[in-house]
């Protein structure tokens, strides 16, 4: 019962609008006008964490879309990584440029290293957790690739260790991270760090979505004349 309750008091203080008002269960047309004021409200706070984040950082995007296309024009690959929702956004940015959905654009190499199962747990269970992604780049990481990670907190050590690694490696290390940026901000190891100041993980996803989309468009248009050589050169 207890466990109820508490379960009951966490919803209430995430979602206020669901709760009673005087002890008295509101009306269903009542419900029905505070999700549709908790859906306005979220949108508003979606659209601002948006706008604020590219006012920011619009610069760094096109410079990352720089850094990564060069990668591409000297026969390199993107190589991303994250953990948990984040390790989604790493496979999906990873996943456009390997099958890009607009015709006419090619397939460029790209590789998340969070997705195979069976590297994660064999490294996980022999050395530890935070060696997974470091221990990847070793094997497969050339000085020309990118690495891209993501992290709302900025703060997973496997990551931090993933960009010191990479950095020894050669490569240009970029971050996508939310709060205060944690400690891919403050890393010497990261390059270019692009942070969703605020603390929603909510917000701070759908501002990364935003930007691998677009990044992902202003890199095919730096390459749009140099198909060809990529076609011949890519990896």
């Known amino acids: 019962m207890s466990d109820k309750k508490d379960s009951n008091n966490m919803l209430s203080a ?28 979220k949108t508003q706070e979606s659209l601002e964490a948006k706008q604020a984040f590219f006012a920011k950082y619009n610069e760094m995007l096109a410079q990352i879309a720089n850094t990564i296309a ?3 024009r000297l026969g390199g690959r993107l190589i991303t990584a994250g953990n948990g929702g984040s390790s989604c956004d790493a496979s999906h940015l990873a996943l456009e440029f390997m099958h890009p959905v607009t015709a006419g654009r090619p397939a460029l190499p790209a590789i998340n290293l969070s997705q195979d199962s069976a590297m994660l747990t064999a490294v996980s269970n022999d050395v530890g957790f935070n060696h997974v992604l470091k221990r990847q780049l070793i094997a497969l990481a050339k000085p020309e690739d990118v690495l891209v990670v993501f992290s709302t907190s900025g703060n997973s050590p496997n990551l931090t260790e993933a960009c010191e690694k990479a950095k020894e490696l050669g490569l240009s290390v970029v971050a996508f991270s939310g709060g205060n940026g944690g400690e891919l901000a403050k890393s010497s190891h990261v390059d270019q760090c692009l942070i969703v100041e605020t603390d929603s993980v909510h917000r701070i996803q759908e501002c990364h979505l935003v930007s691998y989309h677009i990044l992902w468009d202003l890199v095919h248009t730096l390459l749009a004349d140099e198909r060809g050589f990529l076609g011949e050169h890519g990896r």
């Not at 269960?25 to 859906?39: G, V, Y």
């Open 14 to 41: 995430l979602y206020p609008f669901m709760g009673s008002e005087g002890g008295q269960k509101p009306s269903q047309r009542d419900k029905s006008q505070e999700l549709l004021d908790a859906i306005q409200l």
């Open 70 to 72: 060069t990668s591409y």
